[in-house]
């Protein structure tokens, strides 16, 4: 897992976007691409090193975190591994609402 990385791209339009995606093998964020200040698309993309050099050598502004996969992985490690539902004999409890 330690070799994710996470792209932050400044894309000018829709078909920067589709440029991108087509280039290089990435996964887009759940979220929408936020538009900025000055006009252009913030998005975010996971990849691999080998596909994220493909992605940087487009030219768009990139930020590069590196040490996503490591973070991941680290977060991993807190997730508790114990049954709350005892294999499906403990029925779940709670209203289920959104807040």
Excluded: H
């Excluded at 829709?14 to 093998?25: P, R």
């Excluded at 940087?56 to 049954?83: F, W």
């Amino acid at each position: 897992m330690e070799d994710i990385f996470k792209i932050t791209l400044w894309l000018p339009d829709q078909q920067a976007l589709n440029k991108v995606l087509a280039s290089a093998d990435a996964q887009l964020n759940c979220r929408a691409p936020k538009r900025e200040s000055d006009g252009t698309y913030r998005v975010e993309l996971y990849t691999s090193p080998a596909e994220s050099k493909k992605i940087i050598d487009l030219g768009y502004r990139t930020e590069v975190d590196k040490t996503y996969g490591e973070v991941l992985a680290m977060r991993q490690k807190e997730v508790s591994k114990t049954d709350r539902f005892k294999g499906g004999k403990v029925k779940p409890t709670g209203l289920g609402e959104r807040r």
